[in-house]
């Protein structure tokens, strides 16, 4: 069982930063690769940030680009998204979500999904 716990949310004014974390099992830290979505209310939900971690490769959204920066911390089976520099529009409920291939995750095409954490922007 694969299991994907988000946390972090919450209300922040346009400007301001949030970090959300991604926390999984050892096992799961280990095997899957994992990327950050969003869904915003009427939208559909789209890819966010990943790392194909075959290259190193860093991948985001061209809306979060130079804002946004997905990392990893090995010892605590936790994935991150900095987000810095919130605008109006980077409200959504943010999901991480995990699958054996990358490209995969970047089709949004996961087998695993966290339960979502609400992030709000305000003018």
């Known amino acids: 069982q694969v299991e994907l716990v988000e946390s972090g949310g919450g209300l922040v004014q346009a400007g301001g930063s949030l970090r959300l974390s991604c926390a999984t099992s050892?096992?799961?830290?280990?095997?899957?690769?994992m990327g950050w979505f969003r869904q915003a209310a009427g939208k559909e939900r789209e890819f966010v940030a990943g790392?194909?971690?075959?290259?190193?490769?860093?991948h985001y959204a061209d809306s979060v680009k130079g804002r946004f920066t997905f990392s990893r911390d090995s010892a605590k089976n936790t994935v991150y998204l900095q987000m810095n520099n919130l605008k109006n529009d980077d409200t959504a409920v943010y999901y991480c979500?995990?699958?054996?291939?990358?490209?995969?995750?970047?089709?949004?095409?996961?087998?695993?999904w966290g339960q979502g954490t609400q992030v709000t922007v305000s003018s």
């Open positions: 979500a995990a699958n054996l291939t990358y490209n995969k995750v970047r089709a949004g095409e996961c087998d695993y």
């Open positions: 790392i194909n971690w075959a290259d190193f490769s860093p």
């Open positions: 050892g096992r799961t830290f280990g095997t899957y690769l």
